[in-house]
């Protein structure tokens, strides 16, 4: 079956910097364009950033745009999101998703992803 594993939060200082990894088997990674989302207590679930299949185009929300970046490396089957400049209301839970069709070019949709892993928690400190 499909797992995503992500590994990576913590709790960090405002300013500091973070560096979240997504491991995905049971499926052509390569194939799937790749999205993080995050979810704080209380809030709906937001798109953060999403990645093509091939790693050639990216999106990224307003609130973090400047501040992460996503990248992938498709021989390891894995998908990261380094973040910078880390804000206390970057507090939440952080989520990887694959997309549901090959070759997609990364939505903001949480709907057009159907496989998720099950979280890290990333906790900023004021």
């Known amino acids: 079956q499909v797992q995503l594993v992500e590994s990576g939060g913590g709790l960090v200082q405002a300013g500091g910097s973070l560096r979240l990894s997504c491991v995905v088997s049971?499926?052509?990674?390569?194939?799937?364009?790749m999205g993080w989302f995050r979810q704080a207590p209380g809030k709906e679930r937001e798109f953060v950033a999403a990645?093509?299949?091939?790693?050639?185009?990216?999106d990224y929300a307003d609130s973090v745009k400047g501040r992460f970046t996503i990248s992938r490396d498709n021989a390891k089957n894995t998908v990261f999101l380094q973040m910078n400049s880390l804000k206390p209301e970057d507090t939440a839970a952080y989520y990887c998703a694959s997309e549901r069709r090959a070759g997609g070019l990364g939505s903001s949709a949480a709907d057009d992803y159907n496989y998720w892993g099950q979280g890290t928690q990333v906790t900023v400190s004021s």
């Open positions: 990645i093509r299949w091939s790693g050639g185009s990216t």
């Open positions: 049971g499926r052509t990674f390569s194939a799937y364009a």
